[in-house]
């Protein structure tokens, strides 16, 4: 019997190990030249094994970075709002945020709309990007009434996400949230190190507090990272026919 073609020894070794999990996600593959060398085959053959893989979903490429194994799409209940940070960690990863903007800014017509301010209202604003395993998961763009949450600017976001203060400070009564499907424009891209025009996932946010309307933001998400799910009890239906 022909032995099957070097890449896709490559390919079986690679998804051996990634299956037995003694590469568990987030574990960074040899490089090219070190498979090359390994199976004594020119680094594009090498490059042909890692390419199938990124496509079939099972590596994923950090430029600069290296080659990892993914990570299980990270899927968040759409009827509920939990804290991104213990999403990230009772998965067993590691969570980080950086804090790009956290100002007082004034309302846009669309911010006031969504808000429920009057144009021009001066309003808090947050955008911090929330990673997992050193890689973006979400980006996060938040505005908020400071009436009915007026410590928030003076948060570290640090160490605690906004979610996580306003939930304790403004105890949840409502939410809203409707959910589009885009092409990642170039700044979105750029602070979710994804390719423009690439596949995201957008949640948009609203929330209330004793029938305060606290806050609006809107929630990217990179298309290949995340889901999103929902669960809903039927009762039974009785027929009128």
Known sequence: MAQSPRYQQIKAYLLERIHARQWPPGHKIPTEIALSEQFSVSRMTANKAITELVKEGFLERTPRLGTFVCNKKAESPLMEIRNIADEVKNRGHRYTSDVISQSTIHATEDIALRLGVRQGTAVYFTQIVHFENSSPIQLEERWVNPDHAPAYIEQDFNSQTPNEYLVKACPLSDI??????????LRIAELLKVSPQSPCLLLNRRTWSN??????????????KYKLSSRAQVGSLASNE
């Open 176 to 185: 809203e949230h409707t959910v589009e499907a885009l092409l990642a424009p």
């Open 211 to 224: 029938k305060n309307l606290i806050s609006t933001a809107l929630l990217y998400h990179p298309g290949n």
